[in-house]
């Protein structure tokens, strides 16, 4: 077999990937993690939910477990993610805090776990997902029904989290913004009000979790439009699926699996035709397809990632190696 580099060596930005402490306890997973990647994302452990018990206790063992994986092994390290509206933990939403107290608690949260791994995690999905499918603000999230001006809000956290570790890269992250282009303008407008403004913003996250069948000259288009922010562009969370009918009879066949390669090759090329200063890193959302969080959102009969169930290397990552310059 062709025995193919490591996708780190090759690349001139970081190729992450998320992992759960659980996963990382598997020999065989953090091996292939570990040999190929040099970015870690937390899929799970660094949200909200998970990290704040009450307000003002934190539990930090899985983070902490992530971010001592990471430094042992020369990675990198994503905070994924401060604010996001799945992640607000019940008792947050419970004490239906008016807009000061909301806001205060959100500053100590931010200010603790932004200055906890000061130095250790060189970058944070501060907002996650704010906007809704047509580009309004979700106002089915707590910040939106709290304050009268949301984007102000998120402003203040990008600031809070700036103040608490300046060298920390701040990033705005979603779906669909290179496809959708109600989200992406919404995303935009952010991004200059949040400038003429005066907040900080250093990149934008695209999460990706894409498909065989998405054109690729769209997925183009809207990236080159993300792009003409001149923010960092992180490709955050990629994956994709083959499963296009959610077929309980779907087979991976050798011709489907090239599909998946070319697609990977295709988006990476795309990445790597940025400017190279936009450049920030590459992230696949999962190391092995038996993992995904796809078999139960979208099918069991789902393959979108780099690596097979034994950890053999797919088509998909000699395509993804292939994209790359
Ligand atoms: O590990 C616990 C287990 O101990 C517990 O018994 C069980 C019962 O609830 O939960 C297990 O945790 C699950 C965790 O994944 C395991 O890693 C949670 O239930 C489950 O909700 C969690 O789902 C994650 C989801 O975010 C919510 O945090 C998915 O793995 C993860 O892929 C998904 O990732 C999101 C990104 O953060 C944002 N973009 C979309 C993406 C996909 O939804």
């Not at 190929?36 to 939910?49: C, D, G, I, R, W």
């Not at 983070?63 to 042992?72: G, I, K, R, S």
């Not at 900080?200 to 690729?216: A, E, R």
């Not at 959102?297 to 950890?311: C, T, V």
Request: glycine letters at 4%; one cysteine or more.
């Amino acid at each position: 077999a062709v025995v193919s580099a490591p996708l780190k060596d090759k690349a001139l930005f970081e190729i992450g990937a998320a992992v759960t402490v659980a996963h990382l306890k598997e020999p065989d997973f953090a091996n292939t993690f570990k040999t190929n990647f040099n970015q870690l994302s937390a899929e799970y452990e660094m949200k909200m939910k998970q990290i704040w018990t009450s307000a003002t206790t934190y539990s930090f063992d899985g983070p902490d477990y992530l971010v001592n994986f990471a430094a042992q092994n020369s990675m990198k390290v994503h905070g994924h993610t401060l604010l996001w509206y799945k992640s607000f933990p019940d008792w947050f939403i419970n004490a239906a805090y008016d807009s000061l107290n909301f806001e205060n608690n959100v500053k100590a949260y931010i200010q603790t776990v932004v200055g906890r791994y000061k130095g250790k995690i060189r970058s944070w999905d501060v907002a996650n997902e704010i906007f809704a499918d047509d580009g309004s603000l979700r106002i089915d999230a707590s910040v939106y029904k709290t304050f009268k001006d949301p984007i102000g809000f998120y402003e203040r956290c990008f600031q809070y989290a700036r103040d608490t570790d300046p060298d920390a890269k701040l990033f705005y992250n979603d779906y669909d913004q290179v496809l959708n282009s109600a989200k992406r303008s919404s995303l935009k407008k952010m991004v200059e009000r949040f400038r003429k403004e005066g907040y900080p913003i250093d990149g934008i996250g695209d999460q990706f979790h894409t498909t065989v069948w998405t054109d690729k000259a769209t997925i183009n288009i809207g990236l080159t439009d993300l792009a003409s922010t001149g923010l960092l562009i992180h490709i955050s969370e990629l994956d994709i699926r083959v499963n296009q009918n959610k077929s309980d009879s779907y087979v991976f066949t050798d011709a489907e699996q090239q599909k998946q390669a070319n697609m990977y090759k295709a988006i990476v090329e795309m990445y790597e035709a940025l400017p190279q200063a936009q450049k920030f890193a590459i992230t696949v959302w999962g190391i092995t397809d038996k993992y995904s969080w796809l078999l139960s959102w979208w099918s069991p009969k789902e393959y979108p990632l780099l690596f097979n169930g034994d950890y053999s290397k797919k088509k998909a990552y000699e395509g993804f190696l292939s994209g790359l310059k």
